[in-house]
């Protein structure tokens, strides 16, 4: 099986995208448990991380419904 070249490169993409934010996040979340403390840290993580969830699941039902048109 061999893919198309803009799916290898939507791959590689995500792969560093996924590799970059998973090496950065937890010492993020150290430098403002630093700075502002862990309790208001803590809320910012966490409504960044919900806003990157809800903005996955937007994207995946908008990418499907392209698909679906096509």
Known sequence: MKL??????????MF???TST???L???ALLLT???GGRKAGIIL???????LISSIF?????SIS???I
């Open 4 to 13: 198309q070249p803009n799916v290898k490169l939507r791959l590689l993409i």
């Open 59 to 63: 994207n995946q039902s908008q990418f």
């Open 46 to 52: 966490i409504v960044g991380v919900a806003i990157k």
């Open 34 to 36: 630093h700075y502002l």
């Open 26 to 28: 937890p010492f993020m």
């Open 16 to 18: 560093i995208q996924n």
């Open 22 to 24: 998973n090496s950065v």
């Open 67 to 69: 698909l679906l048109y």
